[in-house]
């Protein structure tokens, strides 16, 4: 895997376990608007497109705007007082972040998570290696567009030709390639390795130290065939 100087990570699913209290707000939005509550398997295959998608997709199809509306704030009223209820990082992404910030890597976190969210998120559990966090906001375009990462290039002083995206999911992959730099796929988070692939997905760890040590990718990712890990 070639060495790069500047890596960009996704949060939920990829530095974070985040899907238990994802969930349990999803629920308790359904559950206030007398909607179908959803398991843990079908909210994993809501997330990854900011938290409107997430309910978008949460609620009855047909759902209208106002009711949807409701859903949402329900959901944002929850999840600001629960989103550390059960939340952590992977096991072994603290430690492969400190070995990053050790080697004069440059770091940064891009989340589609609202904005307020990924920075207290950042700071409460990754305050001494993450130093540029984004997330949603309505004054810049959300992955996959690249304005995010391309944002936090910028504020990093960072060169796209010697940068990374690392994320667990489609649109991990498609942000990447919109911006023009490799994307490594983890496969401990929220979708799998033949769902990766089917997206586009070359380059596969499955466990975090791999970033360290490599795994078979080569600048431009190669395949790879790293089987998923169970979560401790």
Request: charged share 25%; hydrophobic share 35%.
């Amino acid at each position: 895997m070639k060495d790069f100087d500047t890596y960009i990570f996704d949060l939920d699913g990829t530095l974070l376990y985040t899907l238990d209290d994802l969930t349990a707000s999803v629920n308790h939005a359904m559950r206030q608007c007398g909607y179908a509550e959803h398991t843990v398997s079908e909210v994993r295959m809501m997330v990854g497109n900011g938290i409107r998608k997430l309910i978008e997709r949460a609620v009855p199809e047909g759902t209208g705007y106002d009711d949807e509306e409701k859903a949402y704030e329900a959901f944002m009223a929850h999840y600001l007082e629960h989103d550390l209820d059960t939340t952590c990082p992977y096991p072994g992404i603290t430690a492969m972040l400190g070995e990053l910030k050790r080697r004069g890597k440059k770091l940064a976190v891009v989340s589609n998570k609202y904005c307020e969210a990924t920075e207290r998120l950042c700071r409460t559990f990754f305050a001494d290696s993450i130093s540029v966090a984004i997330g949603e906001s309505p004054r810049i375009r959300k992955k996959p567009a690249p304005d995010t990462v391309m944002e936090a290039m910028a504020r990093l002083g960072a060169d796209k030709k010697s940068a990374v995206y690392v994320g667990d999911s489609e649109v991990d992959i498609a942000t990447a390639r919109n911006c023009g730099i490799p994307c490594i796929s983890v496969l401990w988070g929220f979708r799998d390795e033949d769902f990766l692939k089917a997206y586009g997905g070359t380059c596969f760890i499955s466990r975090p130290e791999e970033i360290l040590t490599g795994c078979g990718c080569q600048g431009t990712p190669a395949p790879g065939s790293c089987s998923s890990p169970t979560r401790e």
